[in-house]
């Protein structure tokens, strides 16, 4: 729990630097934003392990983050902190995908001990896991690949063969493999089914000069990331 990653998104620097120095004196990676608009980017760019986001926001509030990151992130953990008579804000919150609140003022005991049941529960889930090779990153769950920060839009095939690839990023897999394990392929002939899939894949990862997708002559394809070299 203690190496997990932490987003603070609240615009009250005392408040900021009060959960910061709790966190961060029981191990925990903190990052911050003071604004709507810093703390969805923040989230999207840091991948943190969860999210303690205020309702009241500059810019944009906690609600329309919620919305946005739950919409691109949805297994991101999302803890709402919300001011007594925001009953509205609770129902919405949850609505949109918050996974607890707590309303202000609060003790740190509670709040640690939601983020506890919130990371061991996000945790004990299979397969929701993200996956990461170097700029990449993978949700297995909503089925969504980004490079950089940036959402790619893949066809169903596409994601089954990049989801394969980035399982062992410095292995070859073999033509039969992919062709087995991506399409249930028995008889596997002289198909280009793979080919053309890897062709388009690659196309769409292989930007600003880095090659993902690398065709093995004569044996398969692999996952390589510049980085993992």
């Not at 529960?121 to 993978?138: A, D, H």
């Not at 959402?151 to 394969?164: G, N, P, V, Y």
């Amino acid at each position: 729990m203690s190496a997990s990653k932490i987003l603070i998104v609240e615009d009250e620097p005392n408040m900021v630097a009060g959960l910061r120095d709790n966190f961060e004196y029981e191990g925990f990676q903190v990052i911050t934003a003071l604004d709507g608009v810093e703390g969805l980017d923040r989230a999207l760019k840091d991948s943190p392990d969860l999210v303690v986001l205020d309702v009241m926001m500059p810019k944009m509030s906690g609600l329309d983050v919620c919305k946005h990151l739950k919409a691109k992130r949805p297994s991101i953990p999302i803890i709402m902190l919300t001011a007594r008579g925001q009953e509205v804000d609770k129902v919405v919150g949850l609505e949109l995908g918050a996974d607890d609140y707590v309303t202000k003022p609060f003790s740190y005991p509670e709040l640690r001990a939601r983020i506890s049941a919130l990371l061991r529960r996000s945790r004990r889930r299979p397969g929701t896991g993200r996956i990461k090779v170097g700029p990449l990153e993978l949700d297995p769950i909503a089925r969504q690949v980004w490079l950089r920060g940036v959402a790619l839009d893949l066809s169903k095939k596409e994601f089954a063969l990049t989801r394969a690839l980035a399982g062992e990023p410095t292995r070859v897999f073999t033509r039969e493999e992919l062709l087995r394990g991506v399409w249930g392929f028995r008889s596997l002939g002289t198909t280009r089914t793979l080919d053309s899939h890897a062709s388009r894949l690659r196309k769409k990862l292989n930007v600003q000069g880095d090659a993902f997708v690398v065709n093995v002559w004569g044996v398969g394809y692999r996952l390589m990331d510049g980085g993992l070299e």
